[in-house]
């Protein structure tokens, strides 16, 4: 029986048309040195699979739904948008208005690398679709333990249960609710150091990867991905190989909200 991956990069073949995916990579905040890792990543991923292309823009002109000149872009050209970003991009009214447009109403879809969690606070729609924000990494680069919440889901399928990873973790911010997300790994809270005072959440319970449904829309983030030995990781790679493949609507998984177990 022939995989789905082989089946996708026959259809794509067939076709002719790869989905299309803009990365961001715009900073405005703290200069995070592993996006280029990251955004090359992403790039090649989608040149290897050929099932898409990848814009890779260290600004925010194309974020848009209005006429550009110059043969430049906008949101109605792509399927996917995805963040490696950070602090408040220069976003007007009618930008906001059409990135979420484009995930809520278009059904397209948003990955969050890493920082895009340290992005845009003074804007809370973008809060309410990336389910929260950065509060603090209260162990910096450490050895995280993690446990793999669903493991059924595609992002999830090249970890094993328990892993550990050298990577920085952020702590997500009191909007994180579980009734609005599906945690598919967090720490193993029962290996943590809750004696630093940038510990804030009393629940103990720091997801590293979330999805989520907005409106008809996907979004996926984790917080893998600021050091550049994370995005050698072949586990790493695949889980946002398969992520950007759910965003496209390329794979079916279950973003329905439930309880941690």
Do not use: C
């Amino acid at each position: 029986m022939k995989s789905w991956l082989t089946l996708m990069l026959a259809a794509a073949i067939v076709s002719g048309q790869p989905k299309k995916v803009l990365a961001i990579g715009a900073v405005y905040g703290y200069q995070h040195d592993e996006t280029t890792d990251g955004l090359a990543t992403i790039w090649k991923l989608g040149k290897d699979t050929g099932l898409w292309d990848t814009y890779i823009r260290t600004d925010t002109q194309l974020i848009t739904k209005k006429k550009l000149d110059n043969n430049a872009k906008n949101l109605n050209d792509f399927d996917a948008i995805i963040f490696d970003t950070t602090g408040e991009l220069p976003l007007d009214d009618e930008q906001k208005a059409a990135l979420m447009s484009f995930i809520r109403e278009d059904g397209k879809g948003f990955v969050g690398i890493h920082s895009a969690l340290d992005t845009l606070y003074k804007w809370p729609e973008y809060g309410e679709m990336i389910g929260a924000w950065f509060d603090q990494h209260p162990w910096g680069v450490f050895d995280a333990p993690v446990i793999v919440e669903d493991p059924n889901f595609p992002a999830m399928r090249s970890f094993p249960r328990e892993f550990t990873i050298h990577d920085e973790i952020y702590q997500p911010s009191k909007e994180f609710s579980r009734d609005k997300v599906r945690v598919l790994a967090r720490l193993d809270e029962t290996k943590l150091d809750y004696n630093n005072p940038l510990v804030h959440r009393a629940d103990h319970d720091f997801a590293v990867a979330w999805v989520k449904n907005y409106g008809k829309g996907r979004m996926f983030y984790s917080t893998f991905g600021h050091t550049a030995e994370a995005w050698k990781r072949a586990d790493v790679q695949a889980m946002y190989r398969e992520a950007v493949k759910w965003a496209l609507g390329l794979e079916p998984g279950d973003a329905t909200p439930r309880p941690r177990p």
